[in-house]
């Protein structure tokens, strides 16, 4: 299983409305993705800026680049994420889960 982990900044005062959005809009994108196994989605507030981290983890990489294209590094950004993220961070983590409980 893979790991991918991306993360995005906001302004606090978007905070709740960006969750909503994460909810509505990237969620449901995931899980219709085959071979999508989990997410976890978490946020918080440093310094009055809005962190969100997300965590999705899959089955294999060529399950990640039926998501995100072959190059698969890259960050998947939605059209609404213009509204809201301070910057566009390019790239995105992945790890080999190799032990779980």
């Keep these: 299983m893979i790991a991918r982990i991306w ?3 906001i302004k606090v005062e978007d905070f709740d409305e960006y969750s ?19 997410l ?10 809005g962190h969100f ?3 999705t983890f899959w089955e294999n990489i060529d399950i990640i680049k039926n ?3 072959e190059d698969f590094e ?3 950004y939605y059209l609404e ?10 790239k995105v983590i992945h790890y080999e889960v190799f032990a779980e409980e």
């Excluded at 909810?23 to 999508?36: L, Q, S, V």
């Excluded at 213009?82 to 961070?89: G, N, P, S, V």
């Design 20 to 38: 909503e959005f994460m909810k509505i809009k990237a969620i449901p994108d995931y899980k219709k993705t085959k071979g999508f196994v989990k």
């Design 74 to 76: 890259k960050a998947k």
């Design 7 to 9: 993360h995005g900044k």
């Design 53 to 55: 981290t997300l965590i």
């Design 81 to 90: 994420d213009e509204k809201f993220l301070l910057d566009f961070e390019e």
């Design 40 to 49: 976890t989605f978490l946020r918080n507030i440093k310094d009055n800026v």
């Design 67 to 69: 998501f995100a294209g």
